[in-house]
């Protein structure tokens, strides 16, 4: 399995399907393609636990997520260009921008005056266009990825390989989530944001103040959105137009997982991964969007309260 | 009351004469502004059938792509493939995005956001699919010479004028009919459901019947729209015809000339795509979308119901210091 293949594969990139190895033993490529798709998972799960959080705290899902997710991504390709640092030199700088650019979304939510949980649709939306055109007009349409050489070093684990960025950036996100768990369940200002979810307005009465919380909501999703963002860098390809397509994912995950629960967003995730990566393997690198669709409508129509949710979704 | 509404029926009729007589007269021999014109009002088509959905149903979609594209498709290989008439194929055009609604029938059961990019996610099932099926749809490299609209009685309805007569009558002809489903019970209920789902669900209205109905008219629609452009332009290829383009541009004109009104959205198309083409392209050759995302998020702070809805605001705040 050659890694030129591998990552177009990681970023739905047109078909640029590696030369399998055939004589290897089947389950042995199995076994590669959800190792692969385990690690991609992390990224997914960071991406969709900020989604999850911002819905979970203001009842808004923000459209424009998943262009966070690729603003960061862009800062850590000029971090790289530029200044020649490796990406993870990024992570900083990316946080920064991409909680900026994330609070900037609370605020302009926070001016819709009527009928909040559709005209936030349409205006996440809009803040996706205006981030997707940026990218456009600063990075301009090519497909961009890491030089790193540092980044895309094969690391060994018995039978399966992977990229040192794939590894490492996994092991980044199991941090983070479990830091995120631990905010959530121990923090004050954690427990606030679950408290607001769960019921508002008592939370207002127990002198919690919401929207100093929704803010909070969002600058972390916006802090795992840079996490995730120099992650896909460092071991995909990106584009301008990535950033619907991760939104996307990020919803079938929350879909799959049903809203509110932290292990049922992870396990969702990685499921996603794996789904993409054997179906990247076993059919073509092209299908590979349509095997999360196919998964998104079986739970949609068999189980329409997620995997894990408890939570009434139906009309 | 009577001569107000022969004084309507008046200004109906000249404005009719105006856009079917005049402004081919006066634009025909310009190709490049009738070319521009033709595409606003398949925007204008695209964006009232979204805001058929949003006003009647409820319902905002970021899928309509779907419903263009699977139009476009359908009726391009129906009129090459099994050489239909070029207007009849466009008809199943249509219904061939009925179709495709019809899939997406499941995803009424989610609510509000989760709609929304439920049929955001099956935008890109069908454009995955417009992709992979090379054999029907000729895959990532497209399908040209799709043909013209034919010669009727003697006219040829392919030339500039000719698709321009085409795409008002079809955008005028939905117009009526959003009009007279909005005036009809079902309407009645529709716009009732905005207030109180579970209040009307309780005086007997099927909620989930009426909002399916209204997703396949727009739909319809929309696939309608898709094919004329199959036509109009004569080719096809999946990053086009399902381009997000096709929700962007209508959900900007829509909300621009307010989504609540039938003749916003044709207008607000017409002002906002004739606007970014003649204008800001000239500034900004790439990424010109970014005026138009500001401009959905600065009508949605200042005024979601529409530029006429701050024109009435500004008046009533004027009156109230009078």
Not at chain 2, 88 to 110: D, K, N, W
Request: hydrophobic share 55%; with cysteine.
């Amino acid at each position: 399995l050659t890694f030129a293949g591998r990552r177009a594969g990681n970023a739905a990139a047109p078909c640029l399907v590696s030369e399998f190895e055939w004589n290897a033993d089947m389950t042995e490529l199995i076994m590669q393609a959800v190792y692969s798709g385990l690690l991609q998972g992390g990224s997914y799960a960071l991406i969709a636990l900020g989604l999850a959080l911002v819905f979970g705290a203001m009842k808004v899902i923000n459209l424009a997520h998943g262009e966070l997710v690729l603003l960061s991504a862009y800062v850590a390709y000029t971090v790289e260009s530029q200044l020649g640092w490796n990406p993870m030199m990024a992570i900083p700088v990316s946080v920064v921008v991409v909680s900026l650019a994330s609070a900037s979304v609370y605020f302009l939510v926070g001016q819709i005056k009527t009928n909040r949980e559709i005209n936030s649709l349409t205006l996440t939306y809009g803040v996706g266009v205006i981030l997707t055109n940026l990218i456009l007009l600063i990075w301009k349409a090519d497909v961009r990825a890491t030089n790193s050489l540092w980044m895309q070093e094969a690391i060994v684990i018995g039978p399966l390989y992977s990229m040192r960025s794939e590894l490492l950036f996994f092991g980044i996100s199991v941090v983070l989530i479990a830091g995120l768990w631990w905010w959530l369940s121990r923090s004050w200002y954690g427990r606030a944001v679950r408290a607001v979810s769960s019921n508002r307005d008592a939370a207002k009465l127990m002198g919690i103040n919401p929207g100093y919380t929704e803010l909070i909501s969002f600058i972390v999703a916006g802090i795992l959105a840079a996490f995730a963002g120099v992650a896909l860098f460092s071991y995909g390809v990106i584009t301008p137009s990535y950033g619907g397509v991760l939104t996307v994912k990020a919803f079938i995950i929350t879909v799959l997982a049903g809203m509110g629960s932290i292990p049922g967003v992870l396990i969702g995730a990685l499921l996603l991964g794996v789904v993409e990566a054997l179906t990247v393997t076993l059919a073509s690198s092209a299908l590979q969007e349509l095997a999360g669709m196919g998964l998104f409508l079986l739970v949609l129509f068999v189980m329409p309260n997620g995997l894990f949710g408890a939570t009434r979704r139906r009309g | 009351m009577k001569r107000s509404k022969m004084k309507l029926n008046k200004t109906i009729i000249g404005a009719l004469l105006a856009v079917y007589i005049a402004v081919p007269l006066i634009f025909g021999d310009d190709s490049y502004l009738m070319s521009l014109v033709v595409a606003s009002l398949v925007i204008g088509g695209v964006a009232l059938s979204w805001a058929l959905l949003g006003n009647l149903g409820g319902m905002v979609s970021f899928g309509h792509a779907a419903f263009f594209g699977v139009g476009a498709y359908t009726s391009a290989v129906l009129s090459m493939e099994y050489n239909l008439p070029v207007l009849l194929a466009m008809l199943f055009g249509g219904v061939g995005a009925i179709v495709a609604a019809i899939t997406m029938l499941p995803v009424l059961r989610l609510r509000g956001p989760y709609f929304a990019l439920a049929i955001l996610a099956y935008a890109h099932i069908f454009k995955i699919l417009a992709t992979e099926w090379r054999s029907m749809t000729g895959g990532s490299g497209g399908i040209a010479n799709i043909p013209t609209l034919p010669v009727v009685m003697g006219y040829d309805f392919s030339t500039k004028t000719g698709n321009y007569l085409v795409i008002l009558s079809i955008v005028l002809i939905f117009a009526v009919i959003y009009e007279l489903i909005r005036r009809s019970p079902q309407g009645l209920a529709l716009r009732a459901m905005h207030d109180s789902e579970d209040a009307t669900r309780v005086v007997g209205v099927n909620n989930t019947l009426l909002k399916g109905l209204m997703l396949i008219v727009s739909a319809f629609m929309c696939g309608v729209v898709g094919a004329f452009n199959a036509h109009y332009i004569n080719f096809l290829e999946p990053d086009y015809a399902f381009s997000a383009l096709w929700v962007t541009i209508p959900i900007v004109a829509a909300i621009f000339g307010g989504y609540r009104t039938i003749t916003g959205p044709i207008i607000g198309a017409v002002v906002v795509y004739l606007v970014d083409q003649l204008i800001v392209k000239n500034m900004l050759p790439s990424g010109h979308q970014l005026v138009l995302g500001v401009l959905l998020v600065a009508m949605i702070v200042a005024s979601p119901d529409g530029l006429l809805g701050l024109v009435r605001k500004f008046m009533r705040k004027k009156d109230a210091k009078a």
